[in-house]
């Protein structure tokens, strides 16, 4: 097991901003955080990789608390949270670069190559990010966590920001991802992801967490 959360509260001072959750992930499963603004999701993925201590209840990530500073964390969580960090000097193809060197990862350059041409950058690829639009840094936020080797995907609303193209590209991908034995976490609004990727759905209320099968998930994000 990836993630296991049990009856795990999360939230801020002022306490839980949603029900507790029991969630699991698994290889070859992609499951989908949904729930209107504010239920909780980007504070319960910043739980589960260990950003912020859980209120109550246990998340395990590899069997142990997730630790993002440790070696084995960094080689198995390829995650994309809405932090905008960048290098302002580093080119797009740069970027990627530096990420797939610093993960080993064989033919590098043919690896970044292929996602700079996957994700549209083809014409920014010598760009530096203060040249690029918030939608194409975002695509190369999601293309770095592509360029690396990893066991589980953690994404936060992938969708923001991105053409309809694109999603569905990103909807292929996170097929794909499970099929070859990856995992996916994904928080998101986008029913085209919830119907096409997910394996499950964990929706988050005030009132409660409900498990849904991913068609009745698609269907409960269009009624939020
Ligand atoms: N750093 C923080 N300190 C205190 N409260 C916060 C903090 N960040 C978020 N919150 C509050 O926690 C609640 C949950 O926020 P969160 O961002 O997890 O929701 P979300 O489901 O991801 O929302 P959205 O769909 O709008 O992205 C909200 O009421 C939000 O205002």
């Given at each position: 097991m990836l993630v296991n959360a049990r009856d795990l509260s999360v939230g801020y001072g002022a306490g839980p901003v949603c029900a507790p959750v029991t969630l699991t992930v698994a290889p070859g499963e992609a499951i989908a955080v949904i729930g209107a603004n504010g239920t909780g999701k980007s504070t319960l993925l910043r739980t589960v990789v260990g950003l912020q201590e859980p209120l109550a209840g246990t998340v395990d990530l590899l069997g142990a608390p997730a630790d993002p500073r440790t070696v084995e964390?960094?080689?198995a969580v390829a995650s994309v949270l809405g932090d905008d960090a960048f290098f302002p000097a580093l080119t797009v193809t740069e970027h990627l670069r530096l990420v797939a060197y610093g993960h080993g990862v064989d033919d590098a350059d043919g690896v970044v190559d292929d996602l700079v041409e996957e994700f549209?950058?083809?014409d920014r690829a010598d760009a530096l990010p203060s040249a690029l639009?918030?939608?194409?840094?975002r695509r190369v936020l999601l293309a770095a966590a592509f360029a690396r080797p990893r066991s589980l995907l953690v994404l936060d609303e992938p969708e923001q920001r991105l053409d309809s193209g694109m999603r569905n590209r990103l909807t292929d991908r996170l097929v794909e991802?499970?099929?070859d034995g990856g995992a996916v976490l994904v928080a998101t609004h986008d029913p085209v992801v919830v119907a096409g990727a997910a394996t499950a759905v964990v929706l988050l209320h005030e009132d409660g967490i409900r498990h849904l099968a991913p068609e009745a998930g698609a269907a409960a994000i269009e009624a939020l």
């Open positions: 964390f960094r080689a549209g950058l083809t639009s918030s939608g194409q840094r991802e499970r099929e």
